[in-house]
């Protein structure tokens, strides 16, 4: 199989992942926090040493900024769910943005009695910054949703432009790395965001089980800001039937996947060996991808990067619409017929879709490579959509 679903989770994971899931599973699968014997310590140790990587990895301020949950879908709700959002606010979100989120934020409009706008873009579809200025002038935003990189179209968003934006009217800012994480660098430190989810099993190339969100400290108290939504056992203080105050244990409770936590650092260690390189390699295959493409008749490009601005904002994700199928069609025959695996229709991504054009199509096909992709792949690829053209 030649797989091109990179977007949705990265397959396969390098080497050392396999045998430090392995490992970890034999000899550190106990319940960390939970004991005072030497293999819930070492658990425990697992998981710091981890919260340590992730932290350094994404530019937190402390590694007590991380909290992890079991995905990025768990991190939105727990981060939006547990946000006092109020009647009138303003909430802002790209439209980009996962429904992770904006089924979360809908399910909250409808209770609180919020407002929800979406971001200008301009004839790409790309975020129009000068639009959204005068959106923020004529309805002050309260919180923004911004997604760093598309999970349909692999554009980079201008998050920390937006964020500093947001910032002029004292609003809140949420970013999802879901997709980005991995792909482009972040620093926390270095921007106005306050509040970043991230996906293990992604671009960071862990397990699925493992996901999260830093808070910013900087600028933004987590404790004071996101009220717990999720109760049970934290291992401390257990006859006491109100949360601490302050500190991870608000948030982690329950009974942590020590293999896909411990893993992830591996996985970002494995990465960061040469993560400039990598981005580089896939920014030249996205390149012959498309210029490939390009001469196919009957394939529209959604959102196609054609400067060499638009193709550093664009992460190794491209989407494709098929003038002689619908896009599940032309999934299943990539599949059946030519054994690659591709992914097709709305991507959990319920705006995006009005912006670029491809309802018509059934959504997209969306073909994503990772850093185990080769030119040999991707010329098989092109080879199939060629003949089923």
């Not at 550190?28 to 014997?37: E, H, I, T």
């Not at 980005?180 to 660098?185: H, L, T, V």
Request: hydrophobic residues 35%.
């Amino acid at each position: 199989m030649l797989y091109f679903d990179n977007a949705a989770t990265t397959y396969p994971k390098p080497e050392q992942v396999y045998k430090e899931m392995d490992r970890l599973t034999r000899e550190c699968a106990v319940n960390a926090g939970r004991g005072s014997y030497k293999k819930a310590e070492n658990a425990s140790a697992v998981i710091n040493e981890t919260r340590k990587k992730v932290s350094e990895f994404m530019g937190a301020e402390n590694a007590e900024d991380v909290i992890f949950t079991s995905s990025a879908t768990e991190a939105a709700n727990r981060v939006l769910r547990g946000y006092g959002f109020e009647e009138n606010m303003t909430v802002y979100v790209s439209p980009y943005e996962h429904n992770a989120v904006m089924r979360t934020l809908e399910a909250l409009r409808k209770e609180k009695k919020f407002k929800i706008k979406v971001l200008e873009t301009d004839e790409k579809g790309y975020l129009n910054l000068d639009d959204i200025e005068y959106q923020f002038m004529c309805d002050e935003p309260d919180f923004v949703c911004i997604n760093l990189a598309s999970n349909v179209t692999g554009y980079v968003l201008p998050a920390e432009r937006v964020a500093d934006m947001a910032k002029e009217y004292g609003a809140i800012v949420l970013a999802d790395a879901a997709q980005a994480a991995g792909n482009i660098e972040i620093n926390l430190k270095e921007t106005n965001i306050d509040i970043l989810i991230f996906a293990g099993h992604k671009s960071m190339y862990g397990l699925f089980g493992v996901g999260g969100f830093i808070t910013n400290s900087r600028i933004f108290d987590r404790d004071k800001n996101i009220t717990p939504v999720i109760f049970g056992g934290n291992g401390e203080d257990s006859l006491n039937l109100e949360l601490s105050e302050r500190g991870i244990s608000r948030y982690e409770v329950g009974s942590p996947n020590i293999a896909a936590i411990g893993t992830l650092k591996t996985a970002i260690d494995t990465i960061e060996k040469d993560l400039s390189g990598t981005q580089e390699r896939e920014n030249r295959l996205l390149k012959y991808l498309i210029e490939k493409l390009e001469d196919i008749d009957g394939i529209h490009i959604f959102q196609k990067p054609e400067t060499e601005e638009e193709f550093q904002n664009h992460i190794a994700v491209l989407s494709l619409g098929f003038e002689k199928y619908m896009s599940d069609d032309a999934g299943t025959i990539l599949d059946g017929e030519y054994d690659i695996a591709v992914r097709t229709g709305y991507h959990c991504a319920p705006l995006v879709h009005d912006v670029i054009g491809s309802k018509r199509y059934g959504g997209t096909v969306r073909i994503s490579m990772g850093q185990f992709t080769t030119k040999e792949d991707v010329d098989e690829l092109v080879a199939a959509v060629r003949d089923m053209r």
